[in-house]
């Protein structure tokens, strides 16, 4: 799938006893009656609709074009390349279209959108992690685990000292405890990992943005056949 990456408003929270993390511990559980708009930015593009229903967020596409999406930005706490720190998020797939409809988040590189770790759930179709280095995306080089389920959870992590980005999955998802499976990592730096790409990242000011997303290519989407919850982010001491 080829995501539109939108500009984000980027901020940091204050620094305390001068070894903290420049982002704050974050989490939503979406059971509002609406999007929080002061954490959020919604777009929504051709006939992909996401939207917040029953606890959840909806992705949904009700007259398919040959590309609909649509994206939640996080705005004002954009992790940075000199700290550790993950992403959580709960996935439902229960659409059974296989590649053609998925649920996901990704991170990218907020000075250049072109750079980007994407980690989709196509349901039975498995987890998909993806990585693109200047708008440049070789499908052989995904990496995929399918434990053939309909819902679970997604992990992808920074860890500030190898500068390595995990993809990581939950086949039962949260309501039993996270029991994290790898499925691979990408180097931003070039060096090491199970995929590279050089993002050239700004190594004292670098800052990745953080994208939600449902997609559809050319497929009907019903309501509550895909939708994820229980977004978090956090750093890793």
């Known amino acids: 799938m080829k995501l539109l990456r939108i500009s984000i408003v980027l901020g940091t ?8 993390f420049a982002i704050a511990p974050y989490s939503d559980n979406f059971y509002a009656t609406a999007l929080n708009k002061s954490r959020w930015t919604l777009k929504n593009y051709a006939e992909g609709k996401l939207a917040r229903k029953g606890g959840k967020v909806n992705f949904t596409v009700a007259g398919p074009t040959g590309d609909d999406f649509s994206i939640l930005d996080l705005k004002n706490n954009n992790p940075g ?10 996935v439902v797939n229960a659409a059974n279209l296989g590649s053609k409809a998925g649920v996901g988040f990704q991170i ?5 959108k072109g750079d980007f770790a994407a980690l989709e759930f196509y349901g039975n179709g498995g987890f998909v992690a993806i990585s693109n280095t200047d708008d440049k995306d070789n499908p ?9 389920v309909t819902g679970g959870s997604i992990r992808i ?24 499976k790898r499925i691979g990592t ?15 990242m700004n190594p004292t000011t670098g ?17 509550g056949s895909i939708s994820f919850d229980n977004f978090r982010l956090k750093p890793l001491r």
Do not use: C, H, M
């Open 81 to 90: 390349y000199n700290e550790s720190w993950e992403i959580i998020l709960d």
């Open 108 to 112: 990218y590189n907020a000075s250049d």
């Open 13 to 20: 929270f204050p620094l305390l006893n001068g070894t903290a």
């Open 157 to 180: 992590s920074f860890d500030k000292t190898s500068k390595l980005i995990g993809y990581w999955y939950d086949a039962t998802g949260s309501s039993d405890g996270y029991q994290w």
């Open 207 to 223: 800052k990745f943005g953080i994208q939600l997303f449902g997609f559809s290519e050319g497929k009907e989407v019903r309501s």
């Open 140 to 148: 052989a080089d995904d990496l995929v685990k399918n434990p053939g």
């Open 186 to 200: 990408f180097s931003p730096t070039g060096k090491g990992g199970d995929r590279k790409g050089n993002w050239k």
